[in-house]
């Protein structure tokens, strides 16, 4: 069974656009996070959430928007979509929000912005 | 503020040959610290993680690291590398306060395995 899931794998857009991605575990955590991998493969966190609340919010354009219906689910919606959203975005989880909590990563959705 | 610096962007071993990953941190406090392994279109998964303790720990695919806080280095070694080592690593300091779980990651290196 996969602990972390992201749909789509692959979302290939053009600018302007509005997509989502959506993000599912099934290992019980209470904490899900975003991150942004950019082409030379930097690792970015974005958001966190924490039993379906915001804690983590970085510099992040207000076209993205995190939603976590459940504590098993965290999506993100991308408003108005632009090249430089052009990315690998993974979805993580961890059991506490502490920094020394173990994540667990997705297998990434590329998103490519035409 | 807390960042990761990893060195070496690229390193190439040939298969059967040791391996050392550098990586420096630079945190106030005791540091959490991770390695992670990225495969080709993978995520990312754990090697091993410091914490307190003993400093040379061990981890999963005959990794291991070493802590030495006089250097605030945190070094990924294995004596043999083998051809699916290859693949993308990550050092990884994890935020101790406000419990938010960040992590900041280094740049990567990217190990690429001769035969």
């Known amino acids: 069974d996969t602990a972390v899931s992201q749909t789509p794998k692959y979302l290939v857009t053009q600018m302007g656009n509005d997509k989502s991605i959506k993000c599912e575990q099934n290992l019980g955590h209470d904490t899900m996070y975003w991150y942004k991998q950019d082409s030379k493969k930097f690792l970015k966190i974005m958001f966190s959430?924490?039993?379906?609340?915001?804690?983590i919010n970085e510099t992040v354009p207000n076209r993205f928007s995190p939603k976590s219906p459940d504590k098993a689910h965290l999506n993100l919606h991308i408003n108005s979509l632009e090249l430089g959203d052009s990315a690998v975005y993974f979805c993580?989880?961890?059991?506490?929000?502490?920094?020394?909590?173990?994540?667990?990563f997705g297998p990434g959705t590329r998103l490519t912005v035409t | 503020a807390q960042s990761v610096t990893q060195p070496d962007i690229h390193i190439t071993v040939s298969e059967g040959a040791s391996l050392e990953l550098r990586c420096n941190y630079s945190?106030?406090?005791?540091?959490?610290l991770f390695w992670y392994v990225q495969s080709p279109g993978q995520g990312l998964q754990l090697l091993l993680k410091y914490f307190s303790g003993d400093t040379l720990v061990q981890g999963i695919k005959g990794f291991e690291a070493e802590f030495k806080r006089s250097q605030s280095s945190f070094n990924l070694r294995k004596p043999s590398v083998h051809w699916s080592d290859a693949a993308e690593y990550f050092c990884a300091v994890g935020h101790g306060s406000g419990n938010t779980g960040k992590l900041i990651f280094g740049q990567g290196t990217t190990l690429q395995v001769k035969p």
């Open positions: 993580a989880s961890s059991q506490v929000a502490s920094g020394s909590g173990e994540q667990y």
């Open positions: 959430y924490n039993n379906k609340e915001l804690i």
């Open positions: 945190y106030g406090a005791t540091p959490y």
